[in-house]
């Protein structure tokens, strides 16, 4: 084991981290040495995940930056939004690479964080310029030379995919987008709330934060970066009766009416070539989101209607793998230089 | 029981029959006489759904319209589409009157039919042109008249009832009127699917018939009617996994940017004053699919999102009463000068 | 309304008080005056449960018994166990009738509860004397005597009336008495638990509290007093996928080899032919939870096998209507001296 | 690809044929080389299952025992009880070696399927009397030397594991063993049935086949082999509302009443040592199916009731994984004298 690469997750009781340990467990160059956790400190990782008591023995450990650093040269944290900008500087510092999973380095300008978070004044602002935001699709090659990458958020993964090729070669109306975005309720987290209990979640179905969603946003400044002007859009967000997947509905009027569906999709297949995560569909097929679960793969497929002159691209990932930790250990491959699959499913069980 | 009124349910074994049944079993104005069905006639009604096997006891017979027609004086046809226009001019010509929940008299432009819906030429044009379009918010007047109601699709009800308000007062620009729905598998009814098995269906979601879903002229048909001027818009359907219920999420641009969502629900409340069956829900309130189903309700929420200048409404039914047997059953309390609430659930259980 | 009886229902925000709340607003002689709670005083009920707000308008308040006799002749106590016994005396005292749908006084031996729920030392053993098990198909005429009756749990209700035919006529040996129960997740009650998340529990299934569920004894104490001596049975519960619904499948070796299916459904006929919310199905047919959902009724099928000498019944109830609320409201209207049926459900929706 | 073992899968479109397709895509040593199918035969793999599409470009062929015998040396079985028995002789005269996981070759005793599965007279019953049971757990030296292996029904497996200490040692009277066991509606294949619909079995849950389900006569076979006299039990098996898995409750009267869990537990844990796929709990921690989802495992958790001296035994493992597939190729890798791991995962994806 000692040529391999110690990592440490830090936030490793919540779905995000139990995802990370599972596939960092078969990944073949990476061994985990460390297991942080706040509450969860003290308990072993089988305690919590008793599923995985097979495969890994280990304690969740205090979320110590010094201790964290002494065993770990790569760290993945996985906790709610306020907490990594606390470690990160630190980890940093000692000389680690750091993948963050929640919010707090996805922004370049951390007014629109402080703005729409509500966590208070971040005095980071030199490390946050640092980060790269963590879309293997969009920014490989600043990934490959980063020490700090912001893993995007899973809406703006599934969304961003969809909307990438219209945005690049600015074939839309930008004022006319409007992302429809769905997820299954383990988006929440392993966090006890009512709202989320299967009696209530199941068997039904509902839009939450209208307007006001955080990931907007997020969609807004990858889109805008990539389209070379400011973009608002419409995002909405639901919760759907199931346990993980996303699929995302984006619609935009087509500044050409004449694009046909064939076009459009001779487009998205050109841009997504190299990109062995994305598969674009044939005509007329469109995604499940049971497709991508369990795996990294984000599966699109397109309509045009010429009724409308709208373009209708539904994209479909797996929230918990490509919306979070398989695409954190994608961008770990290449900070690493590894294969870019290396330790990633890419067939799914079904159904 | 000689004081009751007769009615026939045509149909009897599918999801829409099943519901009939019930809700009529209760209604305390109304004696079912007849149940018809072609594959399922010679059965009993409780060796189809044996959980109503302490409430009835009746065969279901054949769909001759004589036979129908001399033991019933109200006959709801809940048949594939198609299947109506060859029973009605009969039924009717007997003098019973008819309230059809399929396709078959929902369009004033025969032409429109046959174009969607692939079902040859109609030459029933006569007859279509008395029909009703049985949505009571709307053509309450129209419907106490009529003696042939087409009872609207499940899509269709719950996507009108968001956008009325809209419509009526010009509020919004109407070429940018997006429709993204979301059906519980019940509406694709009693047909043993691959797709709609609980294997495949369950844990996923997916979109399907984007830009050629056959409820979009219907839509159409309707909101063209009450703006006065012809309205394309874009409806994209999804199936979810669970049984009943639609979530309709409406986007559209407001005419007027100065709109707030304070003003937008004093005019939904307004509008919906005297309607029973629709409930505007308070400020910052969105509806979960859940709170409708066994009911005949639509609740309905709403956001204005200033960023974008668009009114989102999001309003939620249960496919299978207020989208389809209880609208029909408060259809022909209309139609029979009854107190429009007899027979009808207001109240679901909830979780 | 001046004619109506007035009741409260106290822990109107659980599930179980919500089904009450939904149940008395349509019971026609019956009037809610006091709605209580303890963390959830000072809200209104909408606010809790908006999908009723367009049918009740009125504010939970503090649990305080002289308030509560003030405005209530009858008090339905769904509260968690331990809680019955502290506002119980008081409330008879001032001349309530008392419904409590929690364990507080299901034992004539405090001794057992005492055991079993490790709630401290009871010192009111005076009124639990008093109290009447309410299960009415078993103790309809103490029902309709007692100012106190405890309503059974879920489980023993299912289990029970499975077992009730074979107990009464001695047709099994008790030791080989093997009940698997099967609930779903509302049984949990409203209560944010992590292993109740839709997230975990959803496509899953796992038993718990085996050999150790605090039903056991219940179930045993009131088969005991049917039988006519001591029962010991096996009772596993299992948490299943779904929001509603107990399915008990029960095993027992009938001591009598020669009995067939068709002798076992003429005595289970013939016990329950005056019990209008029990309905033997026909040979051959199994019930389905989703039978009963939303109703008060216990389905039930059963199977002999020769091979074995076993009998096998199953039983299917929804957990919080026969296993909780309409229960109860069928045990106010015994003791009230109504029409047994008043305000409660028997047609459930379908699918 | 050259060195690899050329191996076909014949009933590639259903459940078992798509989960073996992906298993195999990722075995080191395997190269898929022949798909075989009859409803399905011109299609491709990718038009059935376009979640594959990015990883096999194969079309369904034929099931013709040449054509797959000169392209195939082992070849996988999945088919419809009844089919196997067709094609299996000829594959063996051709050398081929055979996996079949229907039920054809599961019986020493021919008359015993003939009796069960009303499938005709057999007369391949020198070619039955060759195959193997492929339960590696207990049969794995046989399993090694076998050219035809009949593969474990999902129900005996997940029940045999729970048993099978208890009938080595002789621990229980086999008399009391009654298996109550539930099933995720894969297990019903992709068939469109109408109880398998989502809006059918969603929410629900019920028993079947009470008394008289064909697994039960497998289960006693190799019960009966192991414990050496003939045992016959009870099994009942339910369908659940969820995609995958299977956990069997077992329970049974230990002979010696001064048996402990701790006891069971430590015999438990040695009759599995050396078995990688059975993992015996924790005590006091049960399994939940989705443990094993995904994976080869069998999860085992058990109690013991003092009260009534029973043994309760808990096994979850993935119907259509440890049940079906993955089984059928850890018998493979025993087969060939391979790594028993190869190209199985063990790692299951929670939640």
């Not at 061994?31 to 706040?38: A, D, P, W």
């Not at 008591?53 to 040269?73: L, Q, S, V």
């Not at 709610?80 to 000692?94: M, Q």
């Amino acid at each position: 084991m000692t040529d391999r690469l110690p990592v440490g997750i830090i936030g490793a009781s919540g779905y995000g981290g139990v995802q990370l340990v599972r596939l960092l467990l078969e990944h073949p160059l990476v061994e985990i040495t460390y297991l942080g956790g706040s509450g969860s400190a003290g308990q072993t990782f089988a305690d919590l995940y008793p599923h995985l008591g097979h495969c890994i023995n280990m304690e969740i450990e205090d979320c110590t930056p010094a201790e964290i650093a002494a065993r770990a040269k790569v760290v993945f944290l996985s906790l709610p939004n306020g907490l990594a900008s606390k470690l990160t500087p630190e980890l940093l510092a000692y000389g680690c690479k750091v993948l963050d999973l929640s919010a707090d380095y996805r922004f370049k300008d951390l007014s629109v964080y402080e703005a729409w978070y509500q966590g208070g004044t971040r005095t980071d602002q030199d490390v946050a310029h640092k980060a790269v935001y963590g879309l293997p699709e969009l920014y490989s090659d600043r990934i490959a030379e980063a020490d700090l990458v912001a893993c995007p958020g899973c809406y703006p993964t599934a969304s961003l995919l969809a909307l990438l090729p219209l945005l690049k070669q600015g074939l839309v109306d930008h004022t006319t987008i409007v992302i429809d975005a769905k997820s299954g309720t383990s988006g929440g987290g392993r966090q006890a709330k009512t709202n989320l209990l299967l009696a209530e979640a199941s068997n039904s179905l509902g839009a939450y934060a209208i307007a006001s969603h955080r990931h907007t946003p997020e969609i807004e400044q990858i889109a805008s970066a990539v389209s070379g002007h400011e973009v608002l859009l419409q995002f909405t967000p639901h919760l759907i009766p199931m346990v993980r997947g996303i699929l995302a509905t984006v619609y935009a009027k087509l500044r050409d009416p004449g694009f046909t569906k064939d076009d459009l999709l001779t487009i998205y297949k050109s841009v997504y070539r190299s990109s062995k995560w994305v598969r674009v569909l044939p005509s007329g097929v469109y995604p499940q989101t049971k497709w991508a679960v369990g795996t990294n793969m984000c599966f699109i497929g397109l309509e045009v209607d010429p009724r409308t002159g709208r373009i209708i691209v539904v994209s479909a990932i797996d929230n918990l793998m490509k919306g979070q930790a398989s695409q954190a250990v994608q961008c770990l491959n290449i900070m690493m230089g590894w294969d870019e699959s290396l330790g990633i499913p890419k067939l799914p069980f079904y159904p």
